[in-house]
């Protein structure tokens, strides 16, 4: 009995130091990766490849999804809205939503599991292939060369679609608002325009887009860099990078938040 | 400057409290083809990652150019990596660029050299290893023997001192192997390099190497001219070399008793 708690307590502490351990192999990762972005800014050519790939490339699940969000918010808003006799306000309801929340969140998630598995499979597979070897032994670092470009591409992508993201979902909630239920067209843009302010809710958002492009992009370059080089390693790998950046914008979003309507 | 470029001193090198080399000594001759051999697991690509600076020894040191390799700053490691070509057991081609694009790129990362001297240069490098006609394809459109020797080219471009093959002969067809055995020899004599091989074939390692260390238990067990170690009656070298079944390495890995074992039935495990 006493040899099962023990094991038991084992086991918990040797997760517990792994946990810190990782923690600690990701932050010095961080570091690495910033030290090293000033040679990747001199090989700008990458960090714009890898703009297209990653951010480019996940246009078309954003907008399609935002698309459809912004349509459900309106019906959803309209719903509750016009019990209250503030229809009118449908137009404030989707784009505070969007802009505040909804666009910089949603894009995030969809980020991890477009962009964030891409990038984190691709690291893996580099290394199980030893590709990343040989690139160190051709004395060229590949946190330089392959990290950094992916980090800041990741970086300035997140805030660009989740700006569309917002863009696209006004839109869809506009289509079901006005030409479909019949909100006045002047009421929808006028409320919108009165209510949205340029510093607390689209700088927030942009800054919320901004930390969540850190955080996911991060966590999935560090996953990859950090697979066991078999298929299972990349293929868990890119399951925890899916698991980890969504709580992390979750988690990052609600504390943002907390400061942000606080302030 | 030393006869030898590469020098491996009294190294030990393991990881998780067991010992993979015991105090290993080697010295590599410049202008020479030198064979590390030994069966699988005996950490041969082991000592290459050490040579390269890739791990860290537990103890002694390796000299590369006179420089201790586990010594020097990042700077100082990349300047003496800059020395070092290595061809990887399957190649290792970054499959997001061409077969021109893989030779290019060392060239491109270390020089400022322009476009028209990159493309003679990767003209000659895949012409040595015959495969100019393969510039535009990519790393998957290419056979194993083909990957590899598109590797040996990038290896070899920028003209190192040393190139080292890890395993260079795994996987392929006669025609292959071959054809990248007469290439580890005429491009070591044509660059004056020297050529660390990493093999556990025997033939084709012989008719290349102008001396062989083999490795097993985590130290040189015997090292000699291919010609000695042919002749060799030491027990190990004798099974190593004409590939005897049983012998000092038995056929069965370390287990209990095989009737106790059978015995102990299911639930014992």
């Not at chain 2, 990248?180 to 012989?206: M, P, Q, W, Y």
Request: proline share 4%.
């Amino acid at each position: 009995m006493l040899s099962k708690v023990s094991s038991a307590l084992r086991g918990i502490g040797h997760r517990l130091i792994d946990r810190v351990w990782r923690f600690g192999s990701g932050a010095r990762f961080f570091v690495y990766t910033l030290i090293y972005s000033g040679e990747s800014f001199r090989r700008l050519h990458l960090t714009i490849r890898e703009i297209y790939f990653t951010g480019v490339m996940s246009l078309i699940i954003i907008l399609v999804s935002a698309f459809f969000v912004g349509m459900v918010l309106a019906l959803q808003g309209y719903n509750t809205l016009q019990k209250y006799g503030s229809s009118d306000a449908i137009g404030v309801l989707v784009a505070l939503s969007l802009v505040r929340e909804l666009g910089p969140v949603v894009t995030a998630l969809l980020f991890a599991g477009r962009a964030g598995t891409a990038i984190t499979a691709e690291i893996g597979l580099m290394k199980a292939t030893e590709q990343l070897s040989a690139m160190e032994m051709m004395a060229v670092s590949p946190i330089a060369r392959v990290v950094a470009p992916r980090f800041w591409a990741g970086v300035i992508s997140m805030p660009l679609l989740a700006a569309m993201f917002s863009m696209v979902g006004v839109l869809g909630g506009y289509l079901v608002a006005v030409p479909l239920i019949g909100v006045d067209n002047g009421a929808f843009w006028s409320q919108m325009q009165a209510n949205v302010d340029w510093r607390v809710d689209v700088v927030n958002g942009v800054i919320k887009s901004f930390v969540f492009g850190v955080a996911c992009t991060m966590i999935a370059l560090f996953e990859g860099f950090d697979a066991p080089p078999t298929a299972e390693g990349v293929s868990r790998a890119t399951t925890r990078t899916v698991v980890n950046s969504s709580l992390a914008v979750l988690g990052l979003d609600f504390i943002m938040t907390s400061f942000m309507i606080g302030a | 400057m030393s006869d030898n470029i590469v020098e491996i001193d009294n190294l030990s090198f393991g990881y998780k409290g067991r010992l993979l080399h015991k105090g290993i000594n080697m010295s590599f001759a410049r202008g020479k083809v030198i064979a590390i051999m030994g069966g699988s697991g005996s950490g041969k690509t082991t000592l290459l990652r050490l040579i390269g600076g890739q791990l860290k020894p537990t103890h002694g040191k390796v000299l590369v150019d006179g420089e201790v390799v586990h010594k020097q700053n990042r700077h100082g490691l990349y300047l003496l990596r800059r020395k070092m070509g290595m061809l990887f057991q399957f190649g290792a081609l970054f499959t997001d660029l061409s077969v021109y694009e893989n030779v290019a790129f060392p060239i491109r990362e270390h020089t400022d050299l322009p476009e028209s001297i990159v493309r003679d240069l990767v003209m000659m490098k895949l012409n040595a290893v015959g495969l100019r006609g393969a510039r535009n394809l990519m790393p998957t459109e290419l056979s194993g023997g083909m990957a590899r020797r598109v590797a040996l080219a990038r290896a070899i471009a920028l003209d190192p001192a040393i190139i080292m093959y890890d395993e260079p002969f795994t996987g392929l067809d006669p025609i292959s192997m071959s054809v990248t055995c007469n290439l580890i020899r005429s491009l070591n004599d044509a660059l004056g390099a020297t050529s660390i091989l990493v093999t556990h074939d025997v033939k084709e390692a012989f008719s290349i190497a102008d001396y062989v260390y083999i490795v097993a238990n985590g130290v040189v067990e015997t090292e000699g001219t291919p010609d000695d170690l042919r002749k060799s009656e030491l027990p190990f070298v004798h099974q190593f070399v004409h590939g005897e079944v049983d012998g000092p390495v038995p056929f069965h890995y370390a287990a209990p008793d095989y009737k106790k074992d059978m015995l102990r039935g299911h639930d014992a495990e």
